[in-house]
């Protein structure tokens, strides 16, 4: 896998890395170097070349474009790339690099690699090829001379887009000594004069060559190997852009802040939320424990209706009992003793015999009837009391009302016809069918007939009747009006039962609402105590602001020792902050560190070159390493804001790797070749015919010929 590019200043962001080598988000700024002082220290450290040309249109007003050292700015990137004569490229190959994905496919030989040498041929003077079996440079005759030989020119030209402005290098080789044609500077666009003092000028390119990678890949120990890459990258930064670096620092440091606040603000809202659910899971329990209380009111209430209830049924059976009843007619006797003194000795002994054994069973029947039938009864005993009366008559052979009955045998006669009148009356008379009773004014129409009593003794008789009659029905509506009592108790009694049932079915019915409302909210609560911890563990975990925290906070103390000149000590420090930042790009390994007085470097270095050491990768596989090293490139790539240039980059990659970095080239914005042999870009990996046009690849293939390799596009 081979890399190039021109390393320059821009902005480290973590969005970029976060994109790209799938970390926790972070905003680790770091200044680099600008593009343009390094394209002007190139140009004054290497007069022998050929000049950069200016080919953007004029500015307004004819005035002319000036660039100013000190001015930050994006990395230059590559628009074209011409080949004449340069390895097996015999005609002109035109390459045009868009944004987006270009892939160039080709066979072994046909000159992929040679896009990169003659790339930095053109740029540097050199085509950046080690021997990797001798470990020495070759010379960069041998590989352009190739096939063309000396006889026809050699030109390379690069067109590249700096700040919005398009330049050209174009560096030839013409037959004859070979020397480089110097010519003079265009229109005084670049400044003479020493290399700023905060540049080192000794620092001079790295680059990771075709063949070098494999290589160091499938080593047990990838520094075994004499000469095997010398590093992989390099950056550089003068001293006193540290300044820079600590405010940016400080910028990411608040915004870490920021987000942790953010996140604290949204755990705030979610235990509002969650006080909230329990406060009104105390209500709830609040409202059962009242809604028990109540119901165990309503069971007391019940309880006492029930015993209302049974006592009312015990008073109205006690009230009709035969001593009441013995009370009460005991009560009518003594008001019927006041009727001695007019009645006779015979009438009131009949009277006495007859009236208590007749209230009784009036009052008897009266319990279990109502005013009519009360009304029957009491004129079926004033028909039993005339019988009564005329049969004691007739055996004690004494008077009525004062009129003497005879002791001749025409008076028992009369008295018997009367009685057999009776008896008959008795025999045709139902309970059912009082109109078939004699009343009072009949029995005594009928008595005073048969007897022939007139006059005073009519009327006594006539006035006893009726008194018996009054009395007999005011008793008899006296216990209907209690016996109605009665019923009205039993009835708001029964009722008031009925509600209590009624009241405790509801106050059940909403004790089993509260208790599933209650089992609703614990649910909820937990649902909610849930999505807090998984909030929080989300916001804190994924973004690690505890971790990045700490990791700005030691990287501003490490940036204020290197003010302070306090390397050396540092140094252990600025190891645990650079393997920080490694295991968040790679997921495992270390990195090493060196500090420089006047500059520091950061990158991976080799036992003896000074740059950062990656050799934990050696316990990876060969494609997890590759896919390792490709990754913390393309993040640097976006970091450093340059175009991207891959040579053979899958070799030993998986599948499932290579489909990964696949798709962290297509999220490129910028432009990125990738060089491929035949086949080695398969279908699955997302470049074949049926998905390259949808996704947006840009296929190209170079074909050998007799006269050289030709690159022609190739359409789906």
Same mark, same amino acid.
């Given at each position: ?85 340069? =390895? ?322 025409? =008076? ?305």
């Amino acid at each position: 896998m081979t890399v190039s590019g021109s390393m320059s200043r821009t902005g480290w962001t973590g969005r970029s890395l976060a994109r790209h080598c799938e970390v926790s988000e972070m905003d680790l700024e770091l200044d680099l170097g600008d593009p343009v002082e390094d394209l002007v220290f190139h140009l004054i450290s290497h007069p022998d070349r050929d000049p950069i040309e200016h080919i953007s249109p004029e500015p307004a007003g004819g005035g002319e474009v000036t660039l100013e050292i000190g001015h930050p700015s994006n990395g230059p990137l590559l628009r074209s790339i011409s080949i004449e004569g340069f =390895g097996p490229h015999d005609g002109p190959n035109v390459l045009g690099i868009d944004d987006g994905m270009t892939v160039i496919e080709g066979s072994n030989g046909s000159g992929k690699s040679h896009i990169i040498y003659a790339l930095n041929w053109c740029l540097f003077g050199r085509p950046a090829v080690l021997d990797p079996w001798m470990g020495e440079e070759e010379d960069p005759t041998v590989l352009v001379n190739w096939k063309r030989g000396r006889r026809k020119g050699i030109s390379v030209t690069v067109e590249f887009e700096l700040n919005g402005e398009r330049f050209r290098f174009v560096r030839t080789l013409k037959d004859g000594k070979g020397s480089f044609t110097v010519k003079t500077l265009v229109r005084g666009k670049w400044r003479k004069g020493p290399s700023p003092p905060y540049i080192d000028p000794g620092i001079t390119p790295f680059y990771l060559f075709q063949g070098e990678t494999a290589m160091f890949l499938s080593a047990e120990d990838p520094f075994s190997e004499k000469g095997v890459l010398h590093t992989l990258l390099h950056t550089m930064a003068g001293g006193r852009e540290l300044e820079t670096v600590g405010i940016r620092l400080e910028e990411a440091r608040e915004r870490c802040l920021e987000m942790g606040r953010k996140v604290g603000k949204k755990a705030e809202r979610l235990r509002g939320k969650l006080e909230a659910l329990r406060s009104r899971q105390r209500e709830l329990r609040s409202a059962l424990e009242r809604s028990r209380e109540r119901l165990e009111e309503l069971s007391g209430d019940v309880d006492r209706t029930r015993q209302a209830y049974q006592g009312v049924i015990e008073k109205m059976s006690s009230s009709i009992g035969e001593d009441e009843i013995k009370v009460k007619m005991t009560r009518s006797a003594e008001r019927l003793g006041r009727l001695k003194e007019r009645l006779s000795e015979g009438w009131k002994r009949a009277s006495i015999t007859m009236i208590r054994p007749l209230a009784v069973r009036a009052h008897e029947r009266a319990v279990s009837f109502r005013e009519e039938e009360s009304r029957r009864r009491m004129l079926f005993g004033a028909f039993e009391a005339q019988l009564s009366i005329v049969n004691e008559v007739i055996e004690r052979e004494t008077c009525i009302c004062g009129a003497p009955i005879g002791r001749t045998g025409a =008076g028992k006669k009369r008295l018997v016809h009367l009685k057999e009148r009776l008896e008959e009356k008795k025999d045709e008379t139902s309970l059912w069918q009082p109109g078939s009773m004699w009343t009072s004014d009949q029995f005594l129409s009928t008595a005073s007939g048969l007897l022939g009593i007139s006059g005073p003794g009519r009327d006594r008789m006539l006035d006893l009747l009726k008194r018996f009659e009054r009395e007999s029905r005011n008793l008899l509506m006296a216990e209907g009006e209690r016996t109605e009592d009665g019923r009205e108790m039993l009835v708001g009694a029964v009722r008031a039962n009925e509600r209590a049932r009624v009241l405790l079915l509801e106050e059940r019915e909403r004790m089993s609402m509260l208790l599933k409302e209650q089992e609703e909210l614990e649910e909820r609560i937990r649902s909610t105590e849930n999505a807090l911890s998984a909030e929080l563990g989300t916001s804190v975990g994924n973004a690690d602001l505890a971790a990045i925290a700490s990791l700005l906070a030691r990287s501003l103390e490490w940036v204020e020792a290197v003010k302070a000149d306090r390397t050396e000590a540092l140094r252990k420090e600025l190891e645990d902050i650079s393997t920080e930042m490694f295991r968040r790009i790679t997921g495992r390994g270390r990195v090493g560190v060196r500090i420089h007085r006047e500059n520091f470097r950061i990158g991976v270095e080799t036992d003896h070159d000074g740059f950062f050491h990656l050799s934990p990768l050696s316990r990876l596989s060969a494609g997890e390493r590759e896919a390792a090293v490709l990754s913390l490139i393309l993040a640097l790539a976006d970091i450093l804001d340059i175009t991207l240039v891959l040579d053979s980059p899958f070799s030993f990659m998986e599948r499932g790797m290579g489909e990964r970095v696949v798709d962290l080239l297509l999220e490129r914005k910028r432009g990125t070749v990738v060089m491929v042999p035949t086949g080695g870009f398969p279908i699955e990996y997302g470049t074949g015919p049926e998905v390259s046009s949808v996704r947006g690849i840009r296929r190209l293939e170079l074909v050998p010929g007799k006269r050289g390799s030709l690159l022609r596009e190739v359409i789906d």
